[in-house]
């Protein structure tokens, strides 16, 4: 049993993350999407409000047989990985800017968890420059998302700019 976790904090998810979920599918038998909650951030969507998105939209992604589940978690994503029994940390790669921090993570990861690696996959050219924090910065000025964010998840964040739901 090859399990993954995919740590982030999805705030909201994007076409970028679906990307990376569909890319690393054919490598592992279950993947779990772990939502972080993360006290320092000022997020758009709480956790579960983050979690409940990905449930919603995961249906629609064709990943084979890989079994994609949804988690969230608080503190080290390396002891997340261990209590799932994971064996791979999954993050994607977008530009040489990634790179960088990805590199200082997986290697502390790996200090922490000896046992888990960190597998990098790099993103899609189309949604090479797709971030959630773009996403809603030109949301929230009135720009054109579509094609970049899931149709469920620019709903809700014309639903929370409108009426804060
Ligand atoms: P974090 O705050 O941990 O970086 P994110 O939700 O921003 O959380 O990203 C989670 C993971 O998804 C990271 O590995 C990030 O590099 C990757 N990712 C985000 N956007 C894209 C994208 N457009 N294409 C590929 N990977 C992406």
């Given amino acids: 049993m090859r399990r993954a976790i995919f740590p982030g904090s999805f705030d909201p998810l994007t076409n ?25 951030k000022n997020p758009m969507f709480s956790v579960e409000e983050r979690c409940e998105m990905i449930r919603e939209v995961l249906p629609l992604v ?7 589940m949804v988690d969230s978690f608080s503190g080290l994503t390396a002891d997340f990985a261990r209590q799932m029994k994971a064996t791979a940390i999954v993050r994607g790669i977008r530009a040489v800017s990634d790179y960088e921090y990805e590199l200082r993570m997986a290697l502390m990861n ?30 929230q000025l009135g720009g054109r998302v579509e094609g970049l964010i899931p149709e469920l998840v620019e709903d809700r964040m014309r639903r929370k700019t409108e009426n804060g739901v």
Avoid: W
């Fill in 16 to 40: 970028g993350h679906l990307d990376i979920i569909k890319r690393s599918s054919p490598l592992f038998d279950e993947i779990v999407i772990a939502v972080l909650n993360n006290a320092d």
């Fill in 62 to 68: 064709e990943t084979g047989t890989c079994r994609l």
């Fill in 110 to 139: 790996r200090r922490l968890e000896p046992t888990i690696e960190t597998v990098f996959l790099m993103a899609g050219e189309e949604y090479s420059y797709v971030s959630s924090t773009l996403m809603k910065q030109v949301f």
